[in-house]
Structure formats: structure tokens, C-alpha cells
């Protein structure tokens, strides 16, 4: 059951779904304008979250994408509002606008290796028979930053990259001290094994400690993170990209290296992020 939750004066968001891994969707309103983020995972996805705007008298006058993996695209068929997003988001829809989407498709596609069970799957869940998906072009491009000026407050949009996409971008919202940032920290997803690189994590974690934020909103995780548990995983990443370098992808060295730095046995996540780390370590 996905409802929409007042984070604060401004931002209201719909919670995720992880079976058919519908992301947060998320408006961020001010005295003049509603910049919405991400267009959803379907149709339906994308219609549910406009209901739910309307029982609270929002209206969206923008989009905006945080990247253009499937889940936060499908739905811009259903939105009939400006859609801006990075231009590798533009480009990436491009290409998938002639795919098919049937089963045979998705699974030839998955066999090749350019499409991941795990979204093949959850596809097939959430659009059930209707595969015909349109996914219009968005209207307004940018490379590096865009900064909008919604009456009263204030989305920075930032492109940030990073192992999970290379479009993926943030939106910080100064006023509420709120980071919403997609699905940037999660690992790349589409390899042969999950990974993160050091070299992207460092930069990554570099570029989101900028910016000073007391609730961070990860596309899809149920609940907002705080201030101390978005230090305690940018810590790990930290020290996860140091140890993996120092000790040459050699997991139970790492293991070995980060049970001793924090004293205590390593957490399911913890050991978790190190195989993510020891997956994209290359000599
Ligand atoms: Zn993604």
C-alpha cells in the first residue's frame, strides 16, 4: 500500500514498492510552482501518484528525472507537463524508445546481457499484458546544474554520476535541508556482479558531502535516511574505497581491515558494500 507522506512544509513524496520496484515519487511545492520528481514506473504508477496529489490539492507545473533507468521513466507517457532532465537521460530514452518490451524481448535481451533479470522481472510484475510503452522525449536539457526558483524555495538539481548511472543527478532543497538522491548510492546494478568502484564512490561521496542536508531520500528505500545514518554509510563508502585499493580487492583482508577500524563484528550491509566493492576491483 503506497501513501503519500508529508516529509515537511514543501516536500510530499509516495513510498516505494520494492516487489515491482516502483521509486519514490516526490513534490516539492512552493508559492509559485510544483517541481515533481521522476515520472514512475508505469502508467499506472505515474496516474496514482497524480490522484493522490489532487486529494491534497497539488498540482505539478514541472519534472524532473533523476535518471532514465526504466522505473523512473515508464510513467512519462501519463505526465502532460515540461519534463527536464540531464542530456545523457535524453539521450538514454532515446534509446530505448524503439525496444520492445514483451517477454520474449526482455528475455532475449537478458540473455545478451544488456538488460538484468531483476528488472526483466520486476517489468513484467508492474506492466503485467500492456507492454506498449511511450515514453515522450523531455522538453528541457542541462550538463551540469539547473537551479529553480519555485517561490519560497529552491531545487538545486545537480548531475553527480556515479557506478549506478552516469546520468544519475540530485536534488538538493536548501530551504528543508533535504537531499533527494535517486538512486545515486546504489551500486551499478548492470554488470555480471552488482559492483562500486573506488573511483566513483570517492568522487560521489565527495560531490554529496557539498551540500548540507538533514533528511536524505534514497529512491527506494521505505523509510528517509537522518544526517547520522547518511555519515555513517558515506563513512563506509570512504573507508570501503580506501581498503579495497590498499588491499587489492582481497575481501578478507578488507573485512579483516574494517572489523578492526570499527571494533565490533561487520553488519549484513557492511559486508554487503565490501562484495560490491570487491566485485568492480580491477588491478
Ligand atoms: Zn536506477
Redesign the pocket.
Known amino acids: 500500500m503506497q501513501t503519500l507522506q508529508h516529509l515537511s512544509k514543501h516536500i510530499v513524496y509516495l513510498t516505494p514498492v520494492q516487489k515491482t520496484d516502483r521509486p519514490v515519487l516526490a513534490a516539492v511545492t512552493g508559492n509559485k510552482k510544483t517541481l515533481l520528481i521522476d515520472a514512475g514506473n508505469s502508467v499506472g504508477h505515474a496516474q496514482l501518484f497524480q490522484d493522490e496529489l489532487l486529494k491534497h490539492d497539488i498540482n505539478g507545473d514541472l519534472l524532473v528525472l533523476t535518471?532514465s533507468?526504466w522505473?523512473?521513466v515508464f510513467g512519462l507517457e501519463h505526465i502532460r507537463i515540461p519534463v527536464i532532465c540531464h542530456e545523457k537521460t535524453y539521450q538514454h530514452i532515446k534509446e530505448m524508445q524503439p525496444l520492445s518490451w514483451e517477454d520474449q524481448a526482455l528475455d532475449e535481451r537478458v540473455e545478451e546481457g544488456t538488460e538484468i533479470p531483476f528488472c526483466a522481472d520486476a517489468i513484467k510484475l508492474e506492466l503485467g499484458r500492456n507492454r506498449e510503452i511511450s515514453m515522450p522525449l523531455p522538453d528541457i536539457r542541462f550538463e551540469k546544474k539547473l537551479t529553480i526558483d519555485l517561490g519560497d524555495v529552491t531545487c538545486i538539481i545537480d548531475h553527480v554520476g556515479g557506478d549506478?548511472?552516469k546520468d544519475s543527478c540530485i536534488i538538493y532543497v536548501p530551504e528543508e535541508k533535504t537531499l533527494f538522491l535517486g538512486?545515486c548510492l546504489?551500486a551499478n546494478l548492470y554488470a555480471e556482479k552488482w559492483n562500486y568502484t573506488a573511483e566513483q564512490a570517492s568522487r560521489l561521496v565527495e560531490k554529496m558531502e557539498a551540500y548540507d542536508a538533514d533528511t536524505y531520500i534514497l529512491s527506494h528505500h521505505d523509510q528517509p535516511c537522518t544526517k547520522q545514518e547518511m555519515e555513517a554509510e558515506l563513512n563506509l563508502m570512504k573507508q570501503c574505497t580506501r581498503a579495497v585499493v590498499e588491499h587489492r580487492g582481497d575481501r578478507a583482508k578488507i573485512e579483516r581491515d574494517l572489523a578492526t577500524e570499527a571494533n565490533r563484528e561487520l553488519t549484513e550491509h557492511e559486508l554487503e558494500t565490501i562484495g560490491f566493492f570487491v566485485n568492480g576491483y580491477v588491478e
Do not use: G, I, K, V
Open positions: 535518471h533507468h522505473d523512473h549506478h548511472a538512486d546504489y
